[in-house]
């Protein structure tokens, strides 16, 4: 069977330029200006770098996004995932109409609406009824439509009681109700959200996550979702991009895109190893290796983690063990972990695995330390917060809920119902 | 099956490069809700949490037609004429207000907007227009208080010729509503990258008051000054607030060549106003 492509986008790049807008700007616009008079290519087209925060360019031009290519079937649920600054919102703007690309196009066969901000255009003087028919003609309603779901979307954002109050007498909370009802009640046949969902509290962040799902699934529309919320992704998606520095480092399957995702932060060393002579250690023995090891290489709370270290012993009857301590990201001593089992070891390579079991971290970052223990409990090396892991979470045990998990660490405990009378 | 026929017809196509002049009307006139309602919006919330409300409305031209009275009629003694300095000066004025109103109510649309532009598409046009339909209301009001005066003086006995050709006033006010809009949007996309513009704006605005005629009767600028009376002949404002007198008060004159070169002049800076505010606004966003 053919696809049916309701969105398809060809070569799509974006172009910025750094810095500040000054005299410098003016020059480059006059050039730029005489070379499309006499009817030469953009000479500002050619330079500029990869999109790449962390390092200082050479170019005052940089890429956001560098020839994206992607298409979308009608009914999808497509999920945009990257790290901060890899063009996803650059992507999003240039799909919602809000700037152009500086080539490429992008074709698509529905209306689409886009969801950058929830509540964009509220006005605090203005009542909540009138808000929900400005801020919904703003996302394009017409005021009948409005008219007609008025009371849903009312009901929708539990605000009855205040909808004829100005919006500046509500809780940040009611007003982020109150948009999001709105927009939840758009109907174009793509709809195109950006991290709307980190507002709001548990039981809206449930009803929405459930609007979203009705919306894609029960109505059969194409959504474009972009998010930091792992969880969330993988509950609604079912396709991914995995931008990286502008480029589309990923396009397919949701659960292999969050694979991609998760496997390249590289800001954090999961395995690392020396050579025999610079190995941390005395002339008793030396560490060689210490490495966290996962399924998939991909670091998920649901998942088991090995701690392994390896190290070589240069004596006999040696009584060595490690320990492993782990801290979160605020320095908060989390756990700590030795080897109980204190043995007697003979010349030789050991390999020492410390076994972390699923459901006990929660998401987030974290950081080892490891000590190896020789004889009368001499520190032979310590190497602090040597290794690091980024945790993130499959969202397997959220049940609709994907607000804030709080907590150092994240076990699964066992719960019953039990009743005791009628 | 229906796939295949489908497969070739896009909606719509997002792409760097916008045609030389497109203006979507039925796009905006699709979007003719959110006009009104951005309308509804300037109304209600400009004078809230003032105690005089929208009596703001009517003290500004008031307390400024006194001065002009006091400072061009008895002062430096400029002739208006049978018609009371006070009514002449009220009737320029409330044009010319309408104009200013325009004008800067449009000149920062980009700037202004910026956090809503960023967020969401709609056709950018929609914010200028609505910005010269909320001022209409209030140029609406500010006319009603010059209709009050205009009866009291006429019952005291002061010598005004209510000409046949009132009749054309609101199309008047519509071409300097065009006007407006027109540079306007000029501005507003020349400020997005250059701010010095916005400085230009204000300042300019308040220079180009004494060459339209606000509170003189362009014969006498010509009169005076012939050597420079020509800025005045070539302002297309000053056509329309002399034109104004004529049609109210039976002052002045009526120069059909002055009337017709200020409706060119009109269409010309809406087109351009159109068209520079087209190409900024796919784009502007990562400049402003």
């Known amino acids: 069977m053919e696809k049916d492509i309701i ?71 497509l999920g945009i995932i990257g790290k901060n600054g890899a063009g996803k919102s650059t992507l999003l703007k240039i799909l919602s109409k809000v700037t152009a690309p500086t080539t490429g196009s992008i074709k698509s066969r529905g209306r689409i609406a886009s969801l950058l901000e929830v509540g964009t255009g509220f006005n605090g003087e203005m009542t909540g009824r009138e808000n929900v028919f400005l801020n919904g003609a703003i996302l394009g309603m017409t005021k009948k439509e409005i008219t007609s779901k008025l009371d849903e979307i009312i009901a929708f954002s539990g605000c009855e009681r205040y909808i004829d109050t100005p919006v500046k007498r509500y809780s940040s909370g009611m007003t982020v109700r109150l948009a999001f009802a709105v927009a939840a009640f758009l109907e174009p046949e793509i709809l195109v959200i950006d991290e709307v969902l980190a507002v709001g509290d548990a039981e809206f962040q449930k009803k929405a996550i459930g609007k979203m799902q009705d919306i894609s699934r029960g109505e059969g529309r194409t959504v474009l979702f972009v998010s930091h919320n792992m969880a969330a992704i993988k509950q609604l998606c079912t396709k991914g991009i995995v931008l990286e520095q502008g480029m589309i480092k990923y396009e397919g399957n949701i659960d292999e895109a969050l ?55 240069y004596i006999d009857n040696h009584t060595i063990n490690c320990s492993i301590s782990i801290f979160d990201d605020k320095d908060t001593y989390v756990l700590a972990s030795p080897n109980l089992e204190r043995i007697s070891l003979g010349k030789g390579k050991y390999k020492s695995v410390c076994v972390i079991p699923k459901n006990i971290l929660n998401k987030g970052k974290y950081f080892f330390t490891v000590i190896l223990v020789g004889n009368n409990f001499e520190i032979i090396t310590q190497l602090d917060k040597i290794i690091s892991v980024d945790l993130d979470e499959q969202g397997l045990y959220r049940t609709g809920y994907f607000g804030y998990w709080g907590g150092i660490i994240r076990p699964y405990l066992s719960w019953e119902n039990i009743q005791i009378s009628k | 099956m229906n796939n295949t026929n489908t497969s070739n017809e896009w909606l719509f196509e997002i792409t760097p490069k916008n045609k030389f002049f497109s203006l979507n009307l039925k796009e905006v006139w699709q979007y003719r809700d959110l006009l009104f309602l951005f309308v509804k919006r300037d109304v209600i919330t400009v004078y809230k949490q003032t105690v005089l409300g929208p009596l703001w409305y009517l003290i500004q031209p008031l307390f400024t037609s006194v001065t002009f009275t006091i400072i061009f009629n008895n002062v430096a003694g400029i002739n208006t004429g049978t018609v009371p300095p006070f009514l002449f000066n009220l009737a320029g004025i409330t044009v010319w207000n309408y104009f200013t109103a325009c004008l800067n109510g449009t000149s920062d649309t980009f700037k202004s907007n910026a956090g809503i532009f960023g967020k969401v598409y709609f056709p950018r046009i929609i914010t200028p227009l609505s910005v010269v339909v909320s001022n209409l209301i209030k140029f609406g009001i500010q006319f009603l208080i010059f209709i009050a005066f205009y009866i009291f003086y006429y019952f005291n006995g002061a010598a005004l010729h209510l000409n046949f050709l009132v009749l054309f006033f609101p199309l008047l006010i519509v071409i300097m509503g065009i006007l407006g809009l027109g540079l306007g949007m000029l501005i507003s996309a020349m400020v997005t990258k250059y701010r010095d513009f916005s400085y230009l704006v204000s300042f300019g605005i308040s220079l180009l008051m004494y060459l339209s005629a ?55 800076v809406l087109l351009i106003g159109i068209l520079v505010f087209n190409r900024t606004e796919k784009s502007f966003i990562d400049t402003v």
């Open chain 1, 7 to 77: 969105l398809k986008a060809e070569n799509i790049s974006k172009q910025y330029r750094l810095g500040q807008v000054g005299t410098g700007t003016l020059s480059h616009d006059l050039n730029r200006w005489w070379h499309q008079i006499r009817g030469k290519e953009n000479p500002y087209l050619k330079i500029g770098d990869v999109n790449d925060r962390s390092t200082k360019g050479t170019s005052d031009y940089v890429w956001a996004l560098q020839d994206i290519n992607f298409e979308v079937e009608r009914g999808e649920v």
């Open chain 1, 259 to 313: 694979n991609v995702y998760n496997s390249n932060s590289d800001d954090f060393v999961n395995d690392i190893r020396w050579d025999i002579k610079d190995a941390p250690g005395n002339l008793n023995a030396k560490i060689t290796a210490v490495k966290l090891l996962t399924e998939d290489k991909v670091f998920f709370i649901e998942n088991q983690i090995n701690v392994e270290i390896e190290y070589v012993n």
């Open chain 2, 214 to 268: 606000v509170m003189y009767p362009m014969e006498l600028i010509k009169e005076k000054l012939p050597k420079y009376g020509w800025i005045v002949a070539y302002n297309p404002l000053a056509y329309i607030i002399e034109t104004t007198r004529y049609m109210l008060l039976g002052v002045g004159e009526v120069s059909v060549l002055g009337l017709l070169y200020t409706l060119t002049v009109t269409i010309a």
